[in-house]
Structure formats: C-alpha cells, structure tokens
C-alpha cells in the first residue's frame, strides 16, 4: 500500500488525532486531508477507546473542562470513525505484542486493537513502531 491515500480502514494512532485537533504546523495538512477522508466516507477509520484517554487528558489536566467536552463530541459524532472498546483479547494480544517486540504498553494497545478491527494500516508519526510486522505502519512525514 504504501501510502495513507490508498487506506479503506485505517487505524489511527493518537498523534494522528492531536495533530489533527490542535493544526500542528509540519503534519496538520496531511492529517487534514486523512480526516477528510473519513468525514466523506471514502475510507472508514478506527481508534482505540485509550485514544480518547490520551486526548482528553491535556485539557483537563490545564482545568478545561469545554475543550475536553469539545474534543470528546467531535470524536464520538465524527462519521466513519468507529471507537474500539479495549476487550479483554485487545488486552492479552497487547501483551503479547509488549513481550515480541518491546514496545510500550500503550502503542502495544493500540495495535493489537488494530489488528482486532482487522485494519489494513495503522497510521502513526512514531519511527519506533515502524518495526512492527504484522499490520502495514504508515508514517505520517
């Protein structure tokens, strides 16, 4: 595949999101063009419920409460983009992950949430995870 634009069912990672609600300078644009992509329904997306975790966190950690409420609305209603609960098997598949190739808990997460949607890339900026052999990692650059 090799490239985002040719995605059906793209997992994405949490980056992806943040870069995409706060218009990062180097990334915002491509990101934009993903999410666009999704909002039309040319490709249906997926993210992990930890995602949302990861994204509100920043906003209720500065005590604003509107901007996480404003971010939650945004995702949960945003159409084609499905959020995947963490199941007991997304758990144990993540362990598994953790322990082959030594990456962190919560990339471990959502991967194996990924392969669980059975997604055909997963979407990231994060160089470490392009190691990762069992679902295409595509950088965002």
Not at 3 to 28: A, M, R
Not at 82 to 87: G, L
Request: charged share 25%; with cysteine; net charge negative.
């Amino acid at each position: 595949m090799t490239s985002y634009s040719n995605c059906k069912q793209p997992f994405l990672d949490t980056c992806v999101l943040i870069y995409f609600l706060e218009g990062h300078d180097v990334f915002g644009r491509q990101v934009k063009k993903i999410m666009e992509k999704v909002e039309t329904g040319a490709t249906k997306a997926a993210i992990s419920a930890l995602t949302m975790t990861e994204l509100l966190t920043g906003p209720y950690r500065c005590n604003n409460e509107l901007l996480a409420l404003e971010y939650h609305g945004l995702l949960y209603y945003f159409p084609n983009l499905e959020i995947v609960d963490i199941t007991l098997d997304i758990a144990v598949d993540a362990a598994r992950i953790r322990g082959v190739y030594d990456i962190a808990t919560p990339d471990s997460l959502l991967l194996a949430t990924a392969l669980q949607v059975k997604a055909d890339a997963f979407i990231t900026s994060d160089k470490k995870l392009s190691g990762f052999k069992e679902l295409e990692v595509l950088l965002i650059r």
